[in-house]
């Protein structure tokens, strides 16, 4: 559907009848990924994915409707402008952090080799790629449903491991994602009931290592830039 069709889908659902009362809305689109694992079933993958499509689509009317909010009633207590303008960051969030975690999961020949970069990174900010392991695995466990993201911090200048609750508390600043793993409930649940931690090591042991190298390296570009 296009971007222009599904707007106006969502002035109809809104009943905004004007064409200039949505004329700003950004849209989002699912993508579609295919992830031939062993780590998770068909099943959960599904219900997963229909999730994903959920969180674009919440998005999608919020963003409608903050075209048409009134700003001027705006407060820190009960407002319109402040729900919405949370829950933007929440949905938005959460779509493009489950479009990083499936694009980066599901590869069962993927390896990561001593020449690449994404080892040679990892080695250097985290002393080994065994430590950068053990502290991603005890992220995950840590987490109280979120997400655990490798990140390249612009303003350290280094990869770090971070824990994020939700889709939008402890958001860390100035963090570009390199590795993303979903560590709500739901992305393991129905395989793994509460085992965080093994869900987390069987899915550690299927990422894609030539989608992680490419973040890797386009990361270094961004570090270069910012060194200049």
Same mark, same amino acid.
């Given at each position: @559907?296009?971007?222009?069709?599904?707007?106006? #889908?969502?002035?109809?659902?809104?009943?905004?009848?004007?064409?200039?009362?949505?004329?700003?809305?950004? =849209? =989002?689109?699912?993508?579609?990924?295919?992830?031939?694992?062993?780590?998770?079933?068909?099943?959960?993958?599904?219900?997963?994915?229909?999730?994903?499509?959920?969180?674009?689509?919440?998005? /999608?009317?919020?963003?409608?409707?903050?075209?048409?909010?009134?700003?001027?009633?705006?407060?820190?207590?009960?407002?319109?402008?402040?729900?919405?303008?949370?829950?933007? =960051?929440?949905?938005?969030?959460?779509?493009?952090?489950?479009?990083?975690?499936?694009?980066?999961?599901?590869?069962?020949?993927?390896?990561?080799?001593?020449?690449?970069?994404?080892? @040679?990174?990892?080695?250097?900010?985290?002393?080994?790629?065994?430590?950068?392991? @053990?502290?991603?695995?005890?992220?995950?466990?840590?987490?109280?449903?979120?997400? =655990?993201? #490798?990140?390249? /911090?612009?303003?350290?200048? #280094?990869?770090?491991?971070?824990?994020?609750?939700?889709?939008?508390?402890?958001?860390?600043?100035?963090?570009?994602?390199?590795?993303?793993?979903?560590?709500?409930?739901?992305?393991?649940?129905?395989?793994?009931?509460?085992?965080?931690?093994?869900? #987390?090591?069987? @899915?550690?042991?299927?990422? /894609?290592?030539?989608?992680?190298?490419?973040?890797?390296?386009?990361?270094?570009?961004?570090?270069?830039?910012?060194?200049?």
């Amino acid at each position: @559907m296009k971007k222009k069709d599904i707007k106006n #889908t969502i002035r109809e659902s809104l009943g905004l009848k004007e064409e200039s009362e949505v004329n700003e809305a950004l =849209v =989002v689109q699912p993508k579609p990924f295919r992830i031939p694992t062993e780590a998770l079933s068909a099943a959960n993958i599904k219900n997963h994915y229909s999730l994903y499509e959920q969180y674009g689509k919440d998005f /999608n009317k919020i963003s409608a409707e903050l075209d048409g909010v009134n700003r001027a009633s705006a407060s820190s207590n009960h407002s319109a402008f402040r729900s919405l303008k949370i829950d933007e =960051v929440y949905n938005l969030n959460a779509t493009y952090l489950h479009e990083l975690y499936f694009a980066n999961i599901g590869d069962l020949q993927s390896e990561i080799t001593m020449d690449t970069l994404s080892f @040679m990174r990892l080695e250097r900010d985290f002393g080994s790629f065994d430590a950068w392991q @053990m502290d991603f695995l005890a992220c995950a466990t840590a987490s109280r449903c979120g997400w =655990v993201v #490798t990140g390249f /911090n612009v303003y350290t200048q #280094t990869y770090m491991n971070y824990v994020i609750d939700l889709h939008s508390i402890n958001v860390p600043i100035g963090v570009v994602p390199v590795i993303v793993m979903d560590v709500w409930q739901h992305a393991y649940y129905s395989d793994y009931l509460k085992d965080v931690k093994e869900y #987390t090591i069987n @899915m550690m042991k299927e990422l /894609n290592w030539n989608v992680i190298d490419q973040r890797f390296q386009r990361t270094d570009k961004i570090a270069q830039v910012v060194r200049s």
